[in-house]
Structure formats: structure tokens, C-alpha cells
């Protein structure tokens, strides 16, 4: 059902696959967030209370970081929201005054509100509505983010609000910013944790069973993170022109860029930990300088993550400028924050040269620090987990990039259009050879019929 001017029709732009894709990724970050509490309580019954406040930090910090940045940028698109729907119903009550039929669509409003999934019901009491574009900071969305829990509130409003009116534009916009305050939150949280308990368990030079649950669901949310915000970004490039933002990727293509961002967060993490437990402080220089380039790198690729954002009545184009500007920079300097684990796409085009180059880098930096911690005062005894370290380093580099190449062969969206194009050529092709055999045969058969007349 449409409305007068298309603005009020329930979308649902998203597949079925993706939204698969995100709830897996929820609840992912929810057992990682989970097991890193669990794990800060064991330090603290064992009396172990430097790893419980380091455990602790690394979970509280980044999700009062998080709910704070959220709760910012929700009151900024609430107030954007508004001005954007007031707008569109002038239209609409413009194209309603012309209408000589001088229909409406209250009928079709009840229908919809008769198919409203019952249980929903107890959703939208949670989260807020769940039908209508959010126009207002709602005391669902105070409360979350007082418990700290913006970026979780935020990405299960997005997913419950699939169909809703506000137009597909509304409902993209507000899924990407869910998924980057999502991929935010992983990195400030379970990065480095996974750094940390590699750490201890590489000085204690022993591991229970919670640090070992513990870095298996770090490195799961953060590789889960990275792919649902680019499955959500690839589904919200509505500005692009067709085919690329009709590509979607299957589920074969999901799992080898899980497994691409698993070997490589794996190598570049235990790269790090090894580094730490020998030189300490100086892994933070050595990020810094690293996050210092991507930031300068991005930065001058001129990425677009404010494109779609329209200049509001409360400021001028000078100052929408200026803000989008800093928005802008703000994106670069998050991307370039993840980019210190895995490599990050954020310009539209061919990215092979882009890619290879960050890779080369990214080993040659893997390779000194695991060098430097191997030729370190603290490792003289080269023993046999000293090399098992080195191989895990290397080995999960390598893993990394087999499946990267895989990916870019046979589970890329582009690739799999490629693949189609050439199995539509070969039908094509057989279906001419049919079609030339039954007129042969044809022929044959009229030319039989003739002589026997004759």
C-alpha cells in the first residue's frame, strides 16, 4: 500500500540473510560482553585485582564511551528526523489538496495496524515505537543508555524496526548509524581485551577455561562486527545507481569474510600481546603512529559518510559545512581506529591496490614486533612455545589471506553477477544448439516428406 507521496509506505529493505546476519552478531557481542564480567569476577576471587580493575575497565569504559557518543548522535537525528518529515507532509498535504478523489488512506492505516505482530507489542513498550520515525528522545532510549547499553538499544530498535513508515531513506540511515556505533563499541571493547588476556595468559604461561572463552568471543565479535556493518553499509549505498547497490552477498561469501577477518584480527592481536608482555608502553607508541597514518590516509581518500545529510532550518550551508566536515573527520578517525586490526574499504571502487598495500604493511609490522619480542632480553631460552607463537603469528597471516583470496574469487557479490552472466551465456548457447537441431531435423523431415510424394 502507498501514500499520497510515498513517504509514509512500510519498507522493508533489508533480507532476510542480513538481519540473520545482525541478530547473530547481538548476541555475539552480548555473550562476549558476558564472559569479560564473568572472567573479572574470577581475578577477583582469586585475588588477582590488577587483571579485575584492567578486565573491568575494558568493559565499563567503552560502553560509557559508546552510550554517551550514542545518546549525542540520537538527539542530532531525532531533531534532523523531525525537520526532514515535517517537510515531506507539506508535500503531502499539497498532493492531498489536488486530489479530486479526495480519498485518504485511514483504511489502509487500520489494516496495517490489524497486522502488527501482536508480540511486537511488548517490543515497542522496551524499545519505543517501532512503527513511526523517531521524532523525540524517548524515556526507552534515557533509560537504556543510563545502563550503559546505547549501542545494544540502538541496533535492536533497528532490527525490531523493519517495517515502519518513514520511507527506506529513514530506515537505512538509522540501521548504518546502529551498526557503526556497533562496530565502535566491539573495538573499543573486545580488541583490546583480546590483547589483554592474550597477555596474561602469555605471562602466567598458563590459561583457564574463561580467558579461553573469552578470547574466542572477542575475536568472534569483533570479525561478526566488522562484516554486519559492511553488509549494512553495502545495503544502505541507495545512492549509488544500480546494479551496486542490488549486490548482496550470500551466505557462502559471509562465511569466507568471517573467516578472512579471523585470521586476520587473530595474527595482528597475538602479534600485539606477545609485543606487550616484553616492551609494555611502547605497543602504544607504535599504535599511535599506526593510527596517526590510516587517520591521514582516510582523510585523503575523501570518504562520503555524509553524503545523504541535508542542511537543516536551524543552520546555514556554511555551518551544515563545517559540521559535516568535522563528522567527516570523526568517521576517518573511528575507521582508522579499526584499520589497526583489519583492513577497512570506506572509498567506492576497486580497492586491490588499496588493500595489498595495507596488508604489506600490516605484516611487516606483525613480523617486527614478533621479532623484537623473540630477540628480547626476557625470551634468551628459545623454547618450544616460542615458536609455536611465531607460527600462530604467521600461520593465522597466511589463513587470512587465503581466504581473502577465496573470497575475491568466488564469494564476492561481483564475482557471483560474473558467475551468473557466464551460466546465462552457456543456457543461452545450448538453447541455440537446441533451437538449430529441431529446424535441421525439421528440414530433414520436410525434405522426406517431398520425395515420398514425388
Known sequence: MRSCCGCCTWNSPWSRLSRAIRISSI??????????????????????????????????GPAFITSLFSFCWERDSVR??????????????????????????????????????????????SLGPLREPVTRITCQAV??????????????????????????EDGLMDTREAELLHLIESFLEAAPQLVLQLSIMIIDNAANNLQILCVVFSLLSLASSIKTYLTALREANYHL?????????????????????????????????????????????????????????????????????????????????IKSLLKEWFYDFVMAGVTIFCFMNLKAGKARYRMTAYYIIMFIENSVMAILWCLSTHR???????????????????FGLIWLALYYLYGHPNKQDHQLNAVERFVHHALCVLERDVLIRDAQLDSRVRQTEV
Open 241 to 321: 545507481p544500480p546494479p551496486r547497490h542490488q549486490h548482496k552477498l550470500t551466505c557462502k561469501g559471509q562465511l569466507m569474510m568471517l573467516l578472512w577477518r579471523l585470521g586476520m584480527i587473530s595474527s595482528r592481536g597475538l602479534a600485539m600481546a606477545i609485543f606487550f608482555t616484553s616492551y609494555g608502553g611502547w605497543l602504544l607508541l607504535l599504535v599511535g603512529i599506526h593510527w596517526a597514518g590510516m587517520f591521514l590516509w582516510h582523510v585523503h581518500q575523501k570518504t562520503t559518510f555524509t553524503f545523504s545529510e541535508k542542511v537543516t532550518s536551524h543552520e546555514s550551508r556554511k555551518q551544515h559545512k
Open 380 to 398: 634468551g631460552d628459545q623454547s618450544w612455545d616460542t615458536y609455536l607463537l611465531l607460527s600462530l603469528v604467521w600461520g593465522s597471516f597466511v
Open 80 to 125: 534532523t528526523r523531525r525537520e526532514l518529515l515535517e517537510r515531506r507532509n507539506e508535500n503531502c498535504t499539497d498532493i492531498e489538496s489536488t486530489n479530486q478523489d479526495g480519498e485518504t488512506d485511514i483504511d489502509g492505516e487500520q489494516q496495517e495496524e490489524k497486522n502488527f505482530p501482536k508480540w511486537l507489542w511488548f517490543v515497542e513498550v
Open 27 to 60: 548476541v555475539l557481542f552480548i555473550i562476549d560482553v558476558a564472559t569479560d564480567a564473568v572472567l573479572a569476577v574470577d581475578y577477583y576471587t582469586h585475588g588477582q585485582f590488577v587483571y579485575f580493575w584492567w578486565t573491568l575497565g575494558l568493559v565499563l
Open 143 to 168: 533509560l537504556w543508555h543510563l545502563l550503559l547499553l546505547g549501542s545494544l538499544f540502538r541496533s535492536l530498535r533497528s532490527l525490531f524496526a523493519q517495517k515502519r513508515r518513514g520511507g527506506k
